[in-house]
């Protein structure tokens, strides 16, 4: 049986006899696709919930002593921040959060599971399922089918870096198509549930509407900047750990069940699924920071200029982040790392499988 083909970028099917199985990269485009959709379906509905609690984590620092949710965070845990002009999510001075009786505070992974459940409902553990569906198929077919044709393509296709540089790009293209509607995503998963906010994806849709109006189109791409940041670092850490790592583990599990068609796609699958949550996890870590900057510029205004205020020069990413680490402390750039982590290395691991073992079945059509 034929190599998965996938670290090394070789057209390993180009002396394919009749009846032999076509090596992975022999597939067409299309089955790249179908292959791409199928991990991005199971990975949204599985792991939602962990974008949910890691996004109310992030907003917990910008919380002030307000009315609207001074019943569940005591004066001690509010806000830290001591910039002159405290910011604070969107929510709380518009039409979504009148008196929400559910803002518990989430402490940790599983007790976010738990109170945002209690107090919300279990369907809020999965509030944006639909744009993240919307956002993933798309996003992936563009970053799996763009890596593995820039990665064909490139012309440093045998040098060490290749998927370094080849899975920025494809990142690069992926996160900016479908940056509005993460942005949206963003918000609707921050919002607190009450009573009266029944309409918010109707009411972020509308006041989104009225920002283009207001300010022009840029505001839909509010935070991609740092999300490049975050996701191209991310995407570039991630190929270049998951094709090392998919190479060893595929000598080991060669050793341990030698060359069959038995054992095929078990070790495809296999190797594929360990290298995927290592590497994930790895760039994760190493990432978190800009995710944490991302959430909060998403979730807040001050990076807006207000109508009237003199003009004022745009901070830096570096100095957004560094403003959060002094004003809160650096552990404020690892908040939500947790359920980060519990979500990436699972997605990792789920998404890069199920691609490989379809187009392992698509090869051997």
């Not at 939500?336 to 079945?361: D, N, Q, V």
Request: positive net charge; hydrophobic residues 35%; charged residues 15%.
């Amino acid at each position: 049986m034929t190599s998965t083909g996938f670290a090394t970028g070789q057209n390993l099917g180009s002396k394919r006899s009749p009846g032999v199985a076509r090596a992975p990269s022999d597939i067409t485009v299309a089955q790249r696709m179908l292959s791409a959709c199928s991990g991005s379906v199971v990975t949204s509905l599985i792991l939602t919930p962990f974008d949910v609690v890691r996004i109310r984590i992030q907003q917990q620092e910008i919380l002030p002593s307000n009315p609207c949710c001074s019943k569940h965070f005591p004066q001690d845990l509010g806000r830290k921040t001591t910039v002159q002009s405290p910011v604070e999510p969107f929510w709380i001075q518009k039409h979504y959060c009148e008196a929400p009786e559910s803002c518990s505070r989430v402490t940790s992974t599983f007790q976010g599971f738990q109170v945002i459940s209690k107090n919300e409902g279990i369907a809020t553990l999965w509030r944006g399922l639909s744009l993240t569906l919307f956002i993933a198929v798309p996003a992936n077919i563009i970053y799996f089918t763009g890596y593995e044709y820039i990665r064909d393509h490139s012309p440093i296709a045998s040098n060490t870096l290749n998927p370094l540089v080849c899975g920025s790009l494809a990142r690069l293209m992926a996160a900016t198509s479908v940056a509005p509607v993460e942005l949206l995503k963003t918000r609707l998963q921050a919002i607190p549930t009450d009573a009266n906010n029944t309409k918010m994806l109707t009411n972020l849709v509308r006041d989104s509407l009225s920002e283009v109006k207001q300010r022009g189109l840029g505001t839909l791409f509010t935070g991609l900047q740092i999300t490049l940041w975050r996701d191209v670092p991310f995407s570039g850490i991630y190929w270049s750990c998951y094709e090392s790592f998919k190479t060893r583990y595929k000598k080991l599990l060669q050793n341990i069940a030698p060359e069959s068609s038995q054992f095929a796609d078990w070790k495809v699958f296999t190797s594929s699924f360990l290298s995927g949550s290592t590497a994930g996890l790895i760039a994760a870590l190493l990432t978190h920071p800009f995710d944490v900057g991302k959430t909060r510029m998403q979730i807040t205004g001050d990076h807006i200029q207000k109508p009237g205020e003199p003009y004022k020069k745009k901070p830096s990413m570096f100095s957004y982040l560094y403003k959060i680490g002094k004003n809160e402390g650096m552990g404020a750039l690892y908040s939500g790392l947790g359920p980060r982590a519990l979500k990436i290395a699972p997605s990792c691991a789920i998404m890069i499988s199920s691609y490989e073992i379809t187009k392992h079945f698509f090869s051997n059509l």
